[in-house]
T-cell receptor, first 112, second 113 residues
Framework: GENVEQHPSTLSVQEGDSAVIKCTYS??????FPWYKQELGKGPQLIID?????GEKKDQRIAVTLNKTAKHFSLHITETQPEDSAVYFC???????????FGTGTSLTVIP | GAVVSQHPSRVICKSGTSVKIECRSL??????MFWYRQFPKQSLMLMAT?????????EQGVEKDKFLINHASLTLSTLTVTSAHPEDSSFYIC?????????FGPGTRLTVL
């Protein structure tokens, strides 16, 4: 089955700096890669996703890149703000099934 | 994105009682709903996959007789924790899958005294 690894587990950045979270996957059949943000005491929220037919997707301060050959994808947050502080999860899914495989999460702290 | 609700958001119960948690997809029909359990500062642990009109598929190590799942319609799934014990205290999160995407509910904090 699929195995998703996520690094780092914790990340602290100064407000205004960029944050990068990386994930790798093992199953070449995976073709959908969502990222979720989970604030304390709440459920994860989808913030951005990318499909395997594109290499990069951007939405304001958030971007995701995908390298299919190397089987890794990354979340980039620019101009970080304190409200970006949360736990971020990556996931991988193959459209042949409905199973999502999650990374172990990254706790991001943005220091004002 | 799609909206998924969970009820209740918090529940405190005595040991030995049963607790039912509802998960609803409000604006789309979910062919599949997932139930997760999350301990503090840990990742999501998939408990079971629930397809409308059929029996749920449980992950290894999850007791199907303890965690009863019903998925009677395309917009509602329920998780019942039977004879709850303090070790069942956790954050339970459902998600709904539709059109290739997965959307999470806000979670239910269960505390068993």
């Amino acid at each position: 089955g699929e195995n998703v690894e996520q690094h780092p587990s914790t990340l602290s950045v100064q407000e205004g700096d960029s944050a990068v979270i990386k994930c790798t996957y093992s199953d070449s059949a995976s073709n959908y890669f969502p990222w979720y943000k989970q604030e304390l005491g709440k459920g994860p929220q989808l913030i951005i996703d990318i499909r395997s037919n594109v290499g990069e997707k951007k939405d304001q301060r958030i971007a995701v890149t995908l390298n299919k050959t190397a089987k890794h994808f990354s979340l980039h947050i620019t101009e970080t703000q304190p409200e970006d502080s949360a736990v971020y999860f990556c996931a991988a899914n193959a459209n042949t099934g409905n199973q999502f495989y999650f990374g172990t999460g990254t706790s991001l702290t943005v220091i004002p | 994105g799609a909206v998924v609700s969970q009820h209740p958001s918090r529940v405190i119960c005595k040991s030995g009682t049963s607790v039912k948690i509802e998960c609803r997809s409000l604006d789309f029909q979910a062919t599949t709903m997932f139930w997760y359990r999350q301990f503090p500062k840990q990742s999501l642990m998939l408990m079971a996959t629930s397809n409308e009109g059929s029996k749920a598929t449980y992950e290894q190590g999850v007791e199907k007789d303890k965690f009863l799942i019903n998925h009677a319609s395309l917009t509602l799934s329920t998780l019942t924790v039977t004879s709850a014990h303090p070790e069942d205290s956790s954050f339970y999160i459902c998600s709904a899958y539709g059109q290739g995407e997965q959307f999470f509910g806000p979670g239910t904090r269960l505390t068993v005294l």
